[in-house]
């Protein structure tokens, strides 16, 4: 195949993937634009709508100790459509409105299909299509694509439940159409991605794939860079479950208008990834060479945003300088989940063990949501008002300057890499 044919069947399957990451989400982050509606309709608090996702993140996260072993073991042919097409029955089964322990069952089945058998598979087969030089492009392009079809599809559901009132039903029908929708793109993707190549050994003799995916799994786990890389998305991702809450914190202290809430949940949570994704690729790629670098900086300024924000008198705002504040730091941490898997080419993680270290990153990075929902919803839930949010707001600052310090690691560690090569050619 010429290069230029290469480049296009590159491009084509990213695509694909973008299909599968923009769907696949949906259900299991219903309350990015229908927090309120789940409120009223399934008739769930803060605290409750928290406990379903922190009992999602529990299970993704020890899900994803089973994924450093899978994602390398079976074909993406298989995980990604499987995944896709299970999580529109569970959402089939979510739009019936089951009582509390229902929608934890629900979380719990979304967090298997979602984060253990579908993410890491989808960040190993973005990684292996570019090369070093284009991890921050690729990535940046996945996010921005997402972003793009999460707005598309979010939209939709949305203006389904505007036309079923705005009501119960019409919050029945928006389940109902993310179902089906992923659904269909699982299917789609069955046929349009290949099998993984199987590793072959001398006189053409496959390795017992077993083994591989073991050894690979062994070899990831012994790899320090590894692990300061996932602490290093763990402080990202603190910091971004944060922002559902900029929701309900424009409806209660701004008095945003509810018919306006599901608008600004699509824009804060999926527009912005059309933005930051494309952006931080390229600062990552162009302006620092080196993401773990953009990553260090970025934390340094959402920290010194997020203490603007704090100090704000909000009572005495108007309602767009309050969307305006909150949807120019979700911008900047969008940019940073854009590229927080990039740094595993810059450590060197091995191709074959590609899988097993973006589970690692995953289990550790995505880490949060095991609490911090349950946390920031319980904050809420104990001092409503304003003070409730300032102590969210204080504790993403903090998981900020965290991320700061540990960044600050990983550039030194991939400084002193670099130097060691360099030196051992010399």
């Keep these: 195949m010429s290069k230029k044919g290469e480049n296009i069947n590159k491009w084509f399957?990213?695509?694909v993937l973008i299909l599968g990451g923009g769907t696949i989400y949906k259900l299991a982050s219903l309350k990015d634009a229908f927090y309120i509606p789940m409120m009223q309709y399934m008739h769930l608090t803060h605290t409750q709508i928290g406990n379903a996702l922190s009992v999602g993140g529990i299970i993704s996260t020890f899900g994803f100790i089973a994924s450093i072993y899978i994602s390398d073991r079976f074909s993406k042919k298989i995980l990604l459509p499987a995944s896709l097409i299970a999580t529109g029955c569970v959402?089939?089964?979510l739009s019936t409105f089951p009582g509390?322990?229902?929608i934890l069952i629900t979380w719990a089945l979304l967090a298997i299909c979602n984060d253990m058998l579908y993410w890491p598979v989808l960040l190993k087969s973005v990684r292996l299509l570019g090369n070093e030089n284009e991890q921050g492009r690729m990535f940046g392009f996945l996010e921005a694509g997402r972003g793009v079809v999460d707005t598309i599809v979010a939209f939709s559901a949305l203006g389904i439940f505007a036309w079923l009132g705005s009501s119960e039903a019409g919050l029945r029908g928006a389940i109902l159409f993310y179902s089906i929708t992923v659904i269909v793109v699982g299917i789609v993707s069955y046929f349009l991605l290949e099998h993984d190549v199987i590793v072959k050994v001398a006189k053409d003799k496959n390795v017992n794939r077993n083994k591989l995916a073991f050894d690979g799994m062994i070899k990831a786990l012994k790899m320090p860079e590894i692990w300061v890389v996932a602490f290093t998305i763990f402080s990202v991702y603190s910091v971004y479950c944060g922002l559902t809450y900029?929701?309900?914190f424009l409806k209660d202290i701004y008095g945003l208008p509810v018919v306006l809430v599901g608008s600004y949940g699509i824009i804060n949570q999926y527009c912005l990834k059309m933005v930051g994704g494309p952006v931080g690729g390229f600062l990552a790629d162009k302006k620092f060479k080196s993401a773990s670098k953009?990553?260090?900086v970025a934390f340094a300024v959402a920290a010194i945003a997020m203490t603007v924000i704090i100090m704000m008198p909000h009572q005495s705002l108007n309602v767009y300088s309050g969307m305006t504040m909150t949807l120019s730091f979700g911008a900047i941490i969008f940019t940073m989940r854009a590229v927080f898997f990039a740094p595993m080419e810059e450590i060197g993680v091995p191709r074959e063990i590609t899988g097993a270290a973006m589970s690692i990153g995953s289990f550790?990075?995505?880490?949060?949501?095991m609490f911090c929902f349950s946390l920031y919803g319980r904050m809420l839930d104990k001092t409503p008002g304003i003070q409730g949010y300032r102590h969210v707001f204080?504790?993403?600052?903090a998981f900020a300057v965290m991320g700061f310090v540990i960044s600050s690691i990983l550039c030194k560690m991939i400084s002193k890499k670099k130097s060691a090569i360099v030196e051992s050619e010399a």
């Design 13 to 15: 399957k990213l695509i």
């Design 91 to 93: 959402g089939i089964y």
């Design 100 to 102: 509390p322990v229902g």
């Design 246 to 248: 900029f929701i309900p």
């Design 294 to 296: 953009y990553l260090r």
């Design 364 to 369: 550790i990075g995505y880490a949060p949501a």
């Design 394 to 397: 204080m504790l993403m600052a």
